[in-house]
């Protein structure tokens, strides 16, 4: 992937019982990237997520264009 180390976080408000994802967003300014893990599977697989596409979700997120659960 990238020779850089992810580190790796979850929103603060990510308090739902484990059911979170992580980012690591140090990528993003030297890789251009966001990888996005489950926090329940640290060593499972990766999506790799280009940074503008991932800023485009973030707006929507915010926006609430997904609604809610």
């Known amino acids: 992937m990238v020779n850089e180390s992810p580190r790796w976080f979850t929103s603060s408000y990510s308090d739902n019982g484990g059911q979170c994802i992580e980012v ?3 990528l993003i300014a030297s890789h251009g990237v ?6 329940k599977r640290s060593t ?3 999506l790799i997520v280009a940074a503008g ?5 973030i707006a929507g997120v915010k926006a609430g264009k997904f609604g809610t659960a």
Do not use: H, M
Request: overall charge neutral; cysteine-free.
């Open 53 to 57: 596409s991932f800023a485009s979700f």
């Open 44 to 46: 499972g697989p990766l």
């Open 34 to 39: 966001v990888p996005v893990r489950d926090s």
């Open 24 to 26: 690591a967003a140090n």
